[in-house]
């Protein structure tokens, strides 16, 4: 029963080679030790089968190692049981039905060592020695998905603990006015690294517990406007996106070269980008639609040959508002959720 | 359909390790123009696109999207590989064009996760 079936789960195909590759990542990271049962319950050469049987029965375990001497000189498996009892032999040592020197694996090996005995051997479990050969461990295929998914869950578990102590960050700190602040400088025609601004604002926005529709809009609305920097201006701008519990203020700034017409500018379609640009994918004039979508409140000040400034507003409705620890009075309750306000201020003053 | 499902279906090569294979594509949107796929693309769809710089992969986090697909069996530089690595954001080369792509996926059951600027607000307004 421990014993593995004929060889069908070896024939691993592109497809799932490529889905066991994560795993297998950690297959290389963590060590035997870490994944192995080390409370184990050994039997000696003279101990009796029927004791094995009892063994296994109380113990819920179909395997055990052997040991004379403190030395590890054999493993008996259920296999082995079911031959003594098919013999009506239940009162032979251990000795007589054992497999001697079993396969042993190293307990600061990395379990991929391990997995691979257990591919090209037809065993069911390894005794793990440590580095003096003392028997300190038994490794089973069981014990090394536990491990894995152990592993796994501890990966997910930090993002989780991230998010959360990032999500009480409002609750936490009592102040008459709470916000968080984020900025960052973006450089012109630099697309390699054009969209990190907006990718960290939206991780920065689910960390503290933003509803992924609220993260989708500010990302989309941010990574338009940092598009926007990289196409247009003359030496970069500046994205600062205020956090408050119940709204985000997005704001970028920058020196030049400045928008002719605003209301052209603002138009669905209307582009000044060049054939490079759109051969990237960009350019097609819908940025400004696009950020205006996804905003309560949008305003576009340029001034041609200064710069222009685009201030975002995301209100948050009372499910979506970071919890907070503000105490009196919210300001500027004059602009609620829902009275959704695109206004366009121009200032061509050229 | 999963991420697994699809790469098959598009008879595609899975071009970067970091993705989960069992994510699921909920339709489709077929774009190369980027806030076209902003504008219009719907949550955890597949992309068909004939572009291959990173900003595709940062378009699709920005909208989303659960899977990329690259037509054409064009190869994307590095750069968009690691991002898409990074991103663990699925990234598959598809030997077929964007029409073919469209059919096969759309035969297969895959409903449009696309939205005419005529269908009015979205779920974002």
Same mark, same amino acid.
Request: net charge negative.
């Given at each position: 029963m421990d014993q593995a079936p004929p060889? =069908?789960?070896?024939?691993?195909n592109d497809q799932v080679a490529e889905t066991i590759t994560r795993a297998e990542e950690l297959a290389y990271e963590l060590k035997i030790s870490e994944v192995m049962t080390s409370k184990i319950r050994v039997l000696s050469t003279t101990s009796k089968m029927r004791e094995v049987m009892e063994l296994f029965r109380t113990a819920r375990i179909s395997g055990a190692p052997v040991v004379d001497g403190g030395v590890l000189v054999g493993i008996i498996s259920m296999e082995d049981l079911i031959r003594s009892l098919y013999a009506s032999d239940?009162?032979?040592?251990?000795s007589r039905y054992m497999s001697r020197r079993p396969l042993t694996v190293k307990?600061?090996?990395?379990?991929i060592e391990a997995l691979k005995v257990f591919v090209n051997s037809q065993v069911g479990r390894l005794p793990v020695l440590n580095i003096e050969g003392t028997l300190v461990g038994i490794l089973t295929k069981g014990d090394i998905t536990r491990g894995l998914l152990r592993a796994l869950q501890r990966d997910y578990q930090e993002e989780e603990v991230r998010r959360y102590r990032a999500s009480h960050l409002f609750e936490d700190i009592i102040s008459g006015r709470t916000s968080l602040i984020l900025r960052y400088n973006i450089k012109p025609?630099?697309?390699?690294? *054009?969209g990190e601004a907006s990718s960290n604002i939206k991780r920065a926005l689910l960390r503290l517990g933003a509803s992924p529709q609220i993260a989708r809009r500010c990302g989309i609305a941010v990574y338009e406007a940092e598009i926007n920097l990289i196409i247009h201006t003359t030496n970069g701008g500046v994205i600062r996106v205020e956090i408050e519990p119940h709204r985000i203020t997005i704001d970028t700034y920058d020196d030049?070269?400045?928008? =002719?017409d605003v209301e052209l500018a603002m138009k669905p379609g209307y582009s000044t980008a060049s054939e490079e640009v759109r051969e990237l *994918?960009?350019?097609? *004039?819908?940025g400004l639609t696009n950020m205006a979508r996804c905003v309560d409140n949008i305003i576009l000040e340029s001034t041609l040959g200064k710069g222009t400034h685009l201030k975002m507003k995301i209100f948050l409705e009372k499910e979506d508002r970071f919890h907070d620890g503000t105490v009196g009075n919210k300001e500027?309750?004059?602009?609620?959720?829902?009275?959704s306000n695109h206004a366009v201020k121009t200032e061509s003053s050229d | 359909m999963n991420v697994a499902e699809l790469t098959k279906l598009v008879s595609?090569?899975?071009?970067?390790?970091?993705?989960?294979?069992?994510r699921e594509v909920k339709g489709g949107c077929g774009a190369d123009l980027m806030s076209d796929v902003l504008a219009s693309i719907q949550p955890e769809a597949v992309l068909l696109t004939g572009l291959c710089n990173p900003q595709v992969i940062r378009t699709s986090q920005m909208a989303d999207v659960a899977a990329v697909v690259i037509v054409r069996g064009k190869t994307p530089p590095q750069e968009t590989i690691d991002l898409a690595n990074k991103e663990k954001l699925a990234l598959i080369s598809s030997p077929y064009g964007m029409f073919e792509l469209c059919g096969r996926l759309h035969r297969a059951g895959l409903p449009s996760l696309e939205r005419s600027v005529s269908d009015g607000p979205s779920e974002l307004e």
């Open positions: 060889r =069908k789960e070896v024939i691993i239940l009162d032979a040592p251990t307990d600061t090996d990395p379990v025609r630099d697309f390699t690294h *054009g030049g070269p400045g928008i =002719k *994918g960009f350019g097609a *004039g819908m500027d309750t004059s602009n609620e959720p829902g009275t | 595609g090569k899975l071009l970067n390790q970091a993705a989960d294979l069992m």
